[in-house]
């Protein structure tokens, strides 16, 4: 689009913005974590995948070849991020008298929705843990001796046998994961679990054998495996929610350090290349407001379930919750409300309908002189470490701006939103009014009601005109006069 093809990227590991230079040249290798699918995905859980694919887009718009690789966790996420506790998938398992295929089946799919239903390319790969066992074998055989130890329980990390253990945490504590539950033995508090061997006894429904005996892999030694294999280390990034940034990625840079470790090399951090992923980018969390008054994380135990599907009963269109992440910058905190929400809608709501204008022109040469500033403006804010929200603005100037060839205007407008995402000429204004769960009235009942309420004020008769409206209020339609589609759901 323009010539400054510049990204620079926060990286988490070394806490600075950095100019992108891939590590194969011209490519751009991607590994984000993906959801554990014992339950349906929240809405900040989604706003993970928001951000990797806005990053993804952005590689793309830059002009790098983007391998992207998006894990789902079928086995080894225990309920706490700790070493002690439960397996997440046999709990939910148990619980729904379901095998954990089952389980994983569904929820995989449920979050597959979700990923389209919110426009999010397809990565190149969706790597399923159970599928690479053989490799986390070799991978965890291949550094057990030096980096490991054995106790009943499984096999354990020795985080003393690489130097910066723990660099990219914030949170930095002495115990590392054993803050939250100790495992007897283990060395040291941070050490953690890359085999789970399944206690004596006891069956899982997901084991396997291994030289440690029958058990299942640790979630943080998945990681390092799926990515590793499918990326090759060192490879350019690695993203996931600020709540891995503290305990997962730490684990897996180990890992990492241990697996690409050459004998005699202290294999510090300050090689980019030992930490597997050179650059590791976090987004913030969604947070909702707490009846305390505070804002806290959204999890899947606080308070109303917020899933994307949700929202869609309610009549929000899923496109107005991608808008509501890309009007933050990923490295805040977004607090979720349903005014927001609702703001986002009619934000996206304005650009689909200039956007419409736009529908059948042929893209031209989108420099045209009065869209420089914006193409500018765009690069600029996309470039600086992927601010959406000012890219945002110099999008809804595109769209916005007079006596400009219709052709140049297509082919802007088309750019932005392939970093963007939000389908603006795929979807139409219609296609935005969702109905929500619910509401009884059909829409050719609405169309009929309207079309006599047009009489009525064609002939004056506003004391007619006004029931008609009222009465569809009180069925959940609003009439917005003026208004070239003339409904509305009133959203509760
Ligand atoms: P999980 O399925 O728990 O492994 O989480 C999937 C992704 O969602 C991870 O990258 C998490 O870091 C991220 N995540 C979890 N909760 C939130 C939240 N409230 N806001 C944003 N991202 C989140
Ligand atoms: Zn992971």
Redesign the pocket.
Known sequence: MTDTPTLTLFNSLTRQLEPFQPVHEGEARVYS?G??VYNY?HI??M??YVFADVLGRTLSHKGYKLTHVINI?DVG?LTDDADAGEDKMEKMARQQHQSIWDIAKHYTEAYWADIRALNIREPAKWSIATDYVPQMIEFAKSIADKHCYELDSGLYFDVSTVSDYGRLARAVTEEGEGRIEAVEGKHNAADFAIWRKTPEGEKRQMEWDSPWGKGAPGWHLECSVMSGDLLGFPFDIHT??I??REIHHPNEIAQNQAFCCKPGDPCGLDVPANSGARVWMH?N??VERQKSGGAG???KSSGEFLRLQLLIDKGYHPLAYRMMCLQAHYRSELEFSWEGLGAALTRLKRMIMAAERLKDVAPGEARHPKLMPMLEAFEKAIGEDLNTPVALTALEDVLAAKKVDPAAKRAAVEAMDSVLGLDLFGTGRADLRLKPKGVEITEAEIEDVLTRRKQARADKDFATSDALRDELAAKGVEVMDGDPLGWEWKLG
């Open positions: 974590c959801p554990t995905p900040g859980n706003r993970a966790t996420h996931g929610g709540d891995h987004n969390f969604l994380k959204m999890s």
